[in-house]
């Protein structure tokens, strides 16, 4: 009888410890579910914009490349003898300079002797004239005289033209290369012997789309440079093509860039050339980084007050946007937020409309240079 109790006593024990262990899993899950779903997440760290109108200063970007104003690759007139090379490579060099003297010592001892001839053919003329005019001398007389004065005369320019063509000089002034030929070396006419540049000045060809060629005009402001992002030469447009090529569907246009400082720019440089157009007032913009491309179309998160459990906090809400042109860092918006709203600049990975956020703009988003970044400046 009574180990019946006990036993009994002990099953009843053991089905109650069951089912406390039970019912407290069930309360404690319970708990847990409440507690994580009253729990206010941590606000995330953001930086934010303010949406602005500002006057918007549109431009046509295109690739160029550059060429100087005054630019050849120097050639011989003439056959000859290298006798001297006047020049360095990269030295400055003055118009008029002789760069490269070929041997002219054959025409020159001919020019001897056609100073000669002319100086016979003179004295043989006034003579011939003073007898025509006292009436001794007949008119072939005469006429022989002047013939055989005019030839030695051409005979002697021609000579001194070709002495001339012998002693190569700087057309203009400007930077000469490196010398493509050596001293006893014989050149064939047309033989290039370096390239000269003057470099104070340069002319950008480039193209523009035929449905935007109607905004290009004579005139008009361009920004160059070597970097996209970072254009500090200014030029004017100096020439526009007046047809559409019709194999790539674009119009060739040409600029000035009158100071190129230092000689930054080169010819045959590959350049990023912006086509400034007249000034739009009133054009709403965010950062560049503001706007995030989706499937469903960009958006933005805008940064809003709400009350949370008797607290002001700030919530994002995702905002579909619809977005026009970039120019710099910023970024036009056509349609979907108003001027004065704040945006999530930076920050939105870890975000969903919704979330609190806290601003911090230690680090100004809108003033990062994306150039320098990828330069590793």
């Not at 789309?209 to 004579?218: D, F, I, K, N, Y």
């Not at 093509?241 to 190129?260: C, F, G, M, Y």
Request: charged share 20%; aromatic share 6%; with cysteine.
């Amino acid at each position: 009888m009574k180990q019946r109790i006990v036993v009994s006593f002990i099953f009843i024990l053991a089905v109650g410890l069951c089912g406390g262990l039970i019912w407290f899993n069930f309360f404690r899950d319970k708990m847990i579910t409440r507690f994580f779903a009253n729990m206010q997440q941590p606000p995330q760290m953001v930086s934010a914009a303010k949406v602005e109108a500002k006057t918007w200063t549109p431009s046509i970007s295109a690739i160029g490349t550059a060429r100087a104003v005054n630019g050849v690759e120097l050639a011989v007139e003439t056959a000859g003898l290298v006798k001297h090379i006047n020049f360095k490579p990269n030295q400055q060099v003055k118009q008029g300079n002789i760069l490269v003297q070929l041997d002219d010592a054959v025409q020159r001892a001919d020019l001897e002797d056609l100073h000669a001839a002319v100086k016979l053919g003179e004295a043989s003329f006034e003579r011939a004239k003073t007898l025509s005019a006292r009436g001794y001398g007949t008119e072939a007389n005469l006429d022989q005289a002047s013939a055989l004065l005019a030839a030695a005369r051409s005979r002697l320019a021609r000579l001194q033209a070709t002495i001339e063509q012998k002693a190569l000089k700087a057309p203009f002034s400007g930077v000469i290369g490196i010398p493509r030929i050596d001293v006893g070396q014989y050149l064939q006419p047309g033989t290039v012997i370096a390239s000269f540049q003057d470099l104070s000045s340069m002319k950008v060809d480039f193209t523009v789309p035929e449905q935007r060629a109607a905004e290009v005009s004579l005139g008009q402001e361009v920004h160059v440079g070597t970097t996209e992002g970072n254009l500090p030469f200014k030029g004017r447009v100096i020439g526009k093509d007046p047809r559409v090529d019709p194999k790539t569907r674009l119009v060739s246009v040409q600029a000035l860039v009158e100071d190129n400082k230092d000689g930054a720019i080169l010819p045959g440089q590959f350049l990023h050339v912006e086509v400034i157009l007249p000034e739009q007032p009133n054009v709403m913009t965010v950062p560049q980084t503001a706007v995030i491309a989706s499937l469903y179309g960009d958006y933005v998160y805008t940064i809003d007050q709400e009350e949370r459990a008797g607290q002001q906090v700030q919530v994002v809400k995702q905002v579909f946007v619809k977005t026009g042109r970039r120019r710099g860092g910023a970024l036009e918006v056509v349609s979907g937020i108003n001027p004065g709203q704040q945006v999530v600049a930076s920050g939105q990975n870890k975000l969903q409309a919704g979330a609190t956020v806290k601003i911090d703009n230690t680090i100004d988003v809108t003033k990062f240079d994306a150039t320098k970044f990828a330069s590793g400046q």
